[in-house]
């Protein structure tokens, strides 16, 4: 915690997504507009005392259509990447301790994810799956957006069945289940961290690349990929409906990035594993 806050990049990105999160969750609660509501006396409004971020061409307010689209694309970004990074955990550890038969089936299942082309698969599966809601598209991004990383944990944990400790919990007969829980997945969790949190920016950008194409979230509700393919013909004739979503979006991709490569150099992944080595102490 004492080197993060040391980091001005960990600190500005916290306090970007600080921010957002405000934004998203307490802005419906300070405006007395519904992202549902129209003012038929504001079309087209720009921003003002009524209408702090204006209003659109039937005269939604476009700060709370901007809150719920944000807090829309903040959950499903957050549920994408949990999923996906859990999934990379299990698949790359398994792969990486049990080797073998496991090994070379995992990974080829691995190798043919990578090459289904994700986006077409999202766009033909989103439609159909619109009757079970967000946490639909949610559990649809997450499956396309683990294999990198399973990669890279079954190396580093290949890696790691090199080392003293883990042998010796083989010798005393420690089994696979508490080895990988009490000394893999512990000199994991660094990189894991941060790849979730560099995830949910691009679970963020998928869901919003789906919903901007018209297969994400649907009218009547709103996300940031609805409001900018809403504006995408009047970015210059009327900038606030374009640049206040989009200006959102682009911010916490930057906020995740900021904080992911502030925590990759905090939580030093490399460094973490050889002080946390228990052989020194004679385990």
């Known amino acids: 915690m004492r ?11 916290a306090a970007l997504l600080l921010g957002l999160f405000l934004l998203a969750f307490a802005g419906p609660l300070v405006s007395r507009w519904g992202y549902a509501d129209i003012d038929y006396s504001a079309l087209h409004r720009p921003p003002g005392a009524g209408h702090w971020f204006g209003t659109n061409r039937i ?7 901007c809150a719920r689209g944000l ?45 289904v082309p994700a986006f077409l698969v999202l766009v033909l599966l989103a439609p159909r799956l619109r009757s079970f809601g967000w946490l639909a598209y949610a559990g649809l991004i997450a499956a396309f957006g683990w294999m990198v990383t399973a ?3 079954r190396a580093t944990t290949r890696s790691l ?6 042998l010796v919990a083989g010798y005393m007969g420690v ?11 512990p000199h994991l969790a660094s990189f894991l961290v941060t790849d979730a949190t ?34 995408a013909d009047v970015p ?22 900021l904080v992911g490569d502030a925590l990759r150099g905090v939580l030093d992944p490399a460094g973490g594993s050889a002080s946390a080595d228990p052989v020194g102490s004679g385990a």
């Open 3 to 13: 080197r993060s806050v040391r980091s001005p990049g960990a600190v500005a990105g």
């Open 59 to 65: 005269g939604q307010d476009v700060f709370a259509q």
């Open 71 to 115: 807090q829309k694309s903040l959950l499903i970004g957050a549920l994408a990447a949990f999923f996906s990074t859990g999934l990379a955990a299990v698949v790359g550890v398994c792969a990486g301790y049990f080797g073998g038969w496991a090994d070379r089936l995992l990974m080829l299942f691995v190798d043919l994810m990578l090459v």
């Open 151 to 153: 990669r890279a944990v």
């Open 161 to 166: 069945m090199k080392r003293q400790f883990v």
């Open 175 to 185: 089994g696979p289940v508490t080895t990988i829980r009490r000394h893999i997945l």
């Open 198 to 231: 560099v995830a949910v920016a691009g679970a963020v950008i998928s869901e919003t690349g789906l919903s901007y194409f018209g297969f994400g979230t649907q009218p009547p509700d709103v996300s940031l990929g609805t409001l900018i393919a809403d504006a």
């Open 236 to 257: 210059t004739t009327y900038p606030w409906m374009f640049w206040f979503p989009s200006g959102l979006l682009i911010v916490f991709v930057l906020a995740c990035h």
